[in-house]
């Protein structure tokens, strides 16, 4: 992997409602497949703050690259942990953030980890005055920033969001834009991204391809069916990093540098004897002029033979 584990402080100077609630849910174990929560804590103007550890990752996009045309069986070990969280955010089971482009990341195991931002904050407050609400690019408004704004803010904020949605929408399925703040459709929009990359003329993307698309923004029970096609469509598959071979400039050719048995043999009759045993050894006990029996077997043979001969002669 060519990347690094790092931390990022985060604090809810901007909802303490909704911030409180994803580290309550987050700091008690949600699973592997969730950037965990490390220390909680005050940030220095005295907002609840948590770190986040992000585990060395590549991101999916990423890792599709790399791993080409997947296989139903990796599609299969990608989406999986996906759409489960998918399933259990829309039930409530889980608190999820906003799951940026790039969020979505697959470790060196081929396992997902997903580093959602938390609901209602920001970057951890530093020793000066906090910022001032929507001065920090993409971070959402809390309830009071919402109830405060009028019916004009709202309708320019809905034009403008249409806008930006219609200028960055990627092409096909891929992630949408890091503002979209439901998590879980974005979870299932990754899912249908992976699936994209495999063969068109596998039979299961024929019935996955829609129920994907209906899960994007149905309920609990239309991810969890969508959920149940994916692992009913083949056996999961580990997902295999094409690691180059190291090279030695410096190495020496093949075959430079062994020993051979003429270099270690002494000369004269004693050579002669050691060449015979070593032969003897390596290719077996010469039997005729084509054949040879290995040394194992001669040698089983031979004391089965002597068994034999005793028990006869005692039985005499």
């Known amino acids: 992997m060519d990347t690094t584990a790092a931390s990022r402080r985060w604090c809810g100077a901007r909802d303490p409602v909704a911030f409180s609630r994803w580290v309550a849910d987050r700091a008690a174990g949600v699973g592997p497949h969730l950037a965990p929560v490390t220390r ?73 980890v997903v580093a959602d931002r938390p609901p209602g904050a920001v970057d951890a407050c530093a020793d000066g005055p906090p910022a001032a609400p929507g001065a920090e690019s993409g971070a959402e408004p809390g309830p009071s920033a919402r109830a405060q704004a009028g019916s004009d803010t709202r309708a320019q904020a809905g034009s403008s969001t249409r806008e930006q949605a219609g200028s960055s929408a990627h092409a096909g399925a891929g992630l949408p834009h890091p503002r979209d703040l439901d998590g879980a459709r974005q979870l299932v929009t990754a899912a249908r991204m992976v699936w994209d990359r495999v063969d068109s003329r596998s039979e299961a993307r024929h019935t996955l391809d829609p129920a994907l698309d209906t899960a994007r923004d149905g309920d609990a029970d239309a991810v969890t069916g969508a959920l149940g096609l994916v692992v009913g469509a083949a056996p999961p598959r580990p997902v295999r990093w094409d690691v180059p071979a190291p090279t030695f400039p410096d190495e020496e050719p093949a075959g430079a540098g062994a020993w051979s048995v003429d270099s270690i043999v002494p000369t004269g009759v004693v050579g002669m004897l050691t060449r015979a045993v070593l032969d003897v050894l390596e290719r077996g006990v010469p039997v005729g002029h084509r054949h040879r029996v290995p040394v194992r077997h001669a040698v089983v043979g031979a004391v089965v033979a002597g068994g034999l001969v005793t028990a006869a002669t005692n039985l005499r």
């Open 40 to 112: 909680v804590g005050r940030c220095p103007q005295g907002h609840l703050a948590a770190e986040v550890l992000h585990p060395a990752t590549r991101s999916l996009e990423d890792t599709l690259d790399v791993l080409g045309v997947p296989t139903e069986g990796v599609a299969v070990t990608l989406t999986v942990p996906l759409l489960e969280l998918a399933a259990r955010a829309r039930s409530g089971a889980v608190e999820l953030g906003v799951v940026a482009l790039g969020a979505v990341g697959v470790d060196e195991t081929g396992a997902i």
